[in-house]
């Protein structure tokens, strides 16, 4: 039933390890983000996916790779992972007006908490 | 580029006082604009919204107003529930993509 929904939703592991975080949306959505939240609860874009097409990727560094392998899903990898790293990452989707733009509102997904020991 | 502002937190109320949480924004385009609720342990969840100047957004007592001349998106509540207690953001979104302010965390004492 869940709209978004990612997982795991808590991560711990320790510095240098890869790990990845999963997220499905049911919605019908044409496209997908990854937002960081951070400890003051400050959020921050880092990918957006249309159509499986990456169409925003702010300056995050490459050891973080998003994948889209179709429209539904939206995947994180990160690689040596990094103290700093440690945050609730958001998984969101968004729909498009049935004729025009798109509407702006987000779906959130309940966050994936990491953190690195 | 788009930025939003919004009213530094905590914001710490009595149960049934008069809420008010400032944000204001700039944009190069025409933006929407959005408050989103986020209650411990959850992802956001869209509260309300504005799509054009003059517009309000109501939902579960909330409101905001759009004013384009002043740029400001405050949000109100005229009598806060224990329930309300949570980080509120207000967001644009222009061109495709979605600004967030810092989130503003409300706690209702009883």
């Known amino acids: 039933d869940t709209a978004v929904s990612q997982t795991p939703k808590y991560l711990v592991t320790q510095m240098g390890n890869d790990k990845s975080i999963k997220c499905e949306q049911n919605l019908g959505h044409d496209t997908m983000y990854w937002y960081k939240q951070d400890s003051k609860k400050f959020l921050k874009i880092m990918f957006s996916?249309?159509?499986?097409?990456?169409?925003i990727n702010e300056t995050v560094p490459n050891r973080f790779s998003p994948k889209s392998p179709d429209k539904a899903h939206l995947n994180l990898h990160i690689n040596s992972l990094e103290l700093g790293d440690s945050a609730v990452y958001f998984c969101?989707?968004?729909?498009?007006?049935?004729?025009?733009?798109?509407?702006?509102?987000?779906?959130f997904g309940e966050g994936s908490r990491l953190t690195v020991l | 580029g788009d930025s939003v502002t919004q009213m530094e937190g905590p914001v710490t109320l009595s149960e049934e006082a008069f809420l008010t949480i400032n944000c204001t924004y700039t944009a190069t385009g025409y933006p929407s604009l959005f408050w989103y609720v986020q209650y411990p342990g959850e992802g956001l969840q869209l509260l309300l919204k504005a799509t054009k100047a003059d517009d309000k957004g109501s939902n579960k007592g909330f409101e905001a107003t759009y004013r384009k001349e002043t740029t400001s998106f405050h949000l109100e509540k005229g009598s806060v529930q224990v329930s309300d207690s949570a980080v509120y953001f207000c967001?644009?979104?222009?061109?495709?993509?979605?600004?967030f302010g810092d989130g503003t965390t409300l706690t209702v004492k009883p």
């Open positions: 967001a644009l979104h222009d061109a495709g993509k979605s600004t």
């Open positions: 996916y249309n159509n499986k097409e990456l169409i």
């Open positions: 969101a989707s968004s729909p498009r007006q049935k004729s025009g733009p798109r509407t702006g509102e987000l779906f």
